[in-house]
């Protein structure tokens, strides 16, 4: 019944590896989102797709690559993980010129 | 650019207690608002919005006006609960691009 699902839940690593987060929405929307928040709380928009489609890409490292193989599932990739990587990254979905988003649970990343 | 300020937190209270969480925006044009609440190790759940000026938010005894005079939205709530302690985020957004802009997020602990 979980609408929007991420794993894992907690992932350590040490600093250069490469890793990925799955999240996948039963939800039927057609519009997912990474976002990060950092130790202070604070959530900001990474990535967004429509239908597949990159609609949102702000400031961030290209070492980051999001990657929509169908509009229920995107995953997160991120290449020569550094310590300032450490947060939570959280999956979203919406439907289309609707609100609200639905969030999943969060990816605790620690990097030491 | 569009933001969202919130007060600093944590913001303490005894049980039965009012409780305001102040929120304004900056944004061109006119966003829809939202409050979103963030409970210990979940992800963010939206708590209640409000689309056009003057409209009301409501949902488990909150509630929110939408005040373009004075570009805030204010979570209220008459009587806190324990189970009121969380994390809430104030956010805006507009039609066309879903990505919700968040506010840095306040956190209320109640106390019994």
């Known amino acids: 019944d979980t609408a929007v699902s991420q794993t894992p839940k907690y992932l350590v690593t040490q600093m250069g590896n490469d890793k990925s987060i799955k999240c996948e929405q039963n939800?039927?929307?057609?519009?997912m989102y990474w976002y990060k928040q950092d130790s202070k709380k604070f959530l900001k928009i990474m990535f967004s797709?429509?239908?597949?489609?990159?609609?949102i890409n702000e400031t961030v490292p290209n070492r980051f690559s999001p990657k929509s193989p169908d509009k229920a599932h995107l995953n997160l990739h991120i290449n020569s993980l550094e310590l300032g990587d450490s947060a939570v990254y959280f999956c979203a979905s919406s439907q289309e010129r609707q609100s609200p988003l639905h969030f999943g649970n969060g990816t605790r990343l620690t990097v030491t | 650019g569009n933001s969202v300020t919130q007060m600093e937190g944590p913001v303490t209270l005894s049980e039965e207690a009012f409780l305001t969480i102040n929120c304004t925006y900056t944004a061109t044009g006119y966003p829809s608002l939202f409050w979103y609440v963030q409970y210990p190790g979940e992800g963010l759940q939206l708590l209640l919005k409000a689309t056009k000026a003057d409209d009301k938010g409501s949902n488990k005894g909150f509630e929110a006006t939408y005040r373009k005079e004075t570009t805030s939205f204010h979570l209220e709530k008459g009587s806190v609960q324990v189970s009121d302690s969380a994390v809430y985020f104030c956010a805006l957004s507009f039609t066309g691009r879903r990505a919700l802009t968040f506010g840095s997020g306040t956190r209320l602990q109640v106390q019994p």
């Open positions: 797709y429509n239908n597949k489609e990159l609609i």
């Open positions: 939800l039927g929307h057609d519009t």
